[in-house]
């Protein structure tokens, strides 16, 4: 179901770990989200951070709404992407259920 987040990372480490495992560099992920390159590098030592980016790192092969929408999240402007395109994507994809995600009554989850 959509809008849960595991409450073991922020928002922001989530979207940090799902770039960093669809494969973006840390520099790239760094200015794209506005988060220090040694701030990653601290969180990378984070076993539940780990586990997000490895989780990323799996679905890469087998997209879901949740990881194009992190993607279409931190596209920058001077990408050379269409960022109009990107953005409506990323509103459509919102309404979407994410199978990857767990159900209601898995720990860690709210």
Do not use: C
């Amino acid at each position: 179901m959509a809008g849960k987040i595991n409450v073991m990372i922020t928002d922001r480490q989530l979207a940090v770990a799902g770039m960093l495992g669809r494969g973006y560099s840390q520099r790239y992920t760094a200015a794209a989200l506005d988060v220090s390159k040694g701030t990653i590098v601290r969180w990378n030592r984070d076993p539940a951070f780990r586990a997000e980016v490895d989780r990323a790192r799996a679905s890469r092969l087998n997209p879901t709404p949740r990881g194009v929408l992190v993607d279409s999240l931190a596209a920058r402007k001077d990408d050379g992407v269409d960022w109009n395109s990107r953005l409506r994507g990323a509103l459509a994809l919102l309404g979407l259920d994410d199978p990857d995600e767990p159900d209601d009554d898995e720990p860690g989850w709210v």
